[in-house]
């Protein structure tokens, strides 16, 4: 089975500054997807940013990105620029073969002025 | 319209008594899924609908029992719930069932009380 840790129960940012959260999966599967999703007070699940695993170049959306590393099974995320409105929980995910979303157990991130 | 709706926004129900969720998108999207947080824990799949058929059920019992009338609507009844019942229930819905979930969009859930 699919499993993804998240070792950071929370971490904290000044505004503007660049912070880092920390994702790893384990998988025996080779064709898989990997996904940050963001969930504010609102409590709805926003997808942040998301990557293929067959793809070596790591993705980026605006003032996201991610380092995924898939020989050390790593998938962090940077957040540059932070704004009051990242502050959230982040939630690190994978999707393989089965139609399904593995959480981890989040990273809530506070941003400070 | 990029949204997934979900009513009511909150529920309190007794253990005796029986309530549906509701869950609509008019994205075309063809699978819905619902999905079981509890509190400071990630969210847990429930049920897969794919084109208006039960594709997946995580073994979940049988007090939920999903419905889906047609491909914009996913019904979650609920009946003879439990007090550790109480979650967040998120509803989500995507283009096609699939390796990716490669746009699943979510709605803001229904936060449920069993008392």
């Known amino acids: 089975a699919q499993t993804v840790t998240q070792s950071q129960p929370e971490m904290s940012v000044q505004e503007a500054e660049t912070v880092t959260l920390s994702c790893t999966y384990d998988t025996s599967e080779s064709d898989y997807y990997l996904f940050w999703y963001k969930q504010p007070p609102s409590r709805q699940m926003i997808l942040v940013i998301r990557?293929?695993?067959?793809?070596?170049q790591n993705a980026t959306e605006n003032r996201f990105s991610v380092n995924f590393q898939k020989a050390a099974k790593s998938f962090s995320l940077k957040i540059s620029d932070s704004q009051l409105g990242d502050a959230a929980m982040y939630f690190c995910a994978y999707s393989g073969t089965a139609s399904k979303l593995t959480f981890g157990t989040g990273t809530r991130l506070q941003v400070t002025l | 319209d990029t949204e997934v709706t979900q009513t009511p926004k909150h529920l309190v129900m007794g253990m005796t008594n029986k309530k549906s969720l509701k869950c609509e998108q008019h994205m075309g999207h063809r699978a819905m899924y619902w999905y079981k947080q509890k509190a400071k824990k990630p969210p847990e799949l429930m049920f897969v609908y794919s084109y208006e058929k039960l594709s997946i059920n995580e073994s979940v019992p049988s007090r939920f029992s999903p419905e889906c009338p047609n491909s914009s609507l996913l019904n979650l009844h609920l009946h003879a719930l439990q007090p550790e019942d109480s979650a967040l229930y998120l509803c989500?819905?995507?283009?096609?069932?699939?390796?990716?979930?490669?746009?699943?969009?979510f709605g803001s859930g229904t936060q449920l009380s069993v008392l």
């Open positions: 989500a819905s995507s283009p096609h069932e699939g390796i990716a979930n490669e746009k699943l969009f």
């Open positions: 990557q293929e695993a067959y793809k070596q």
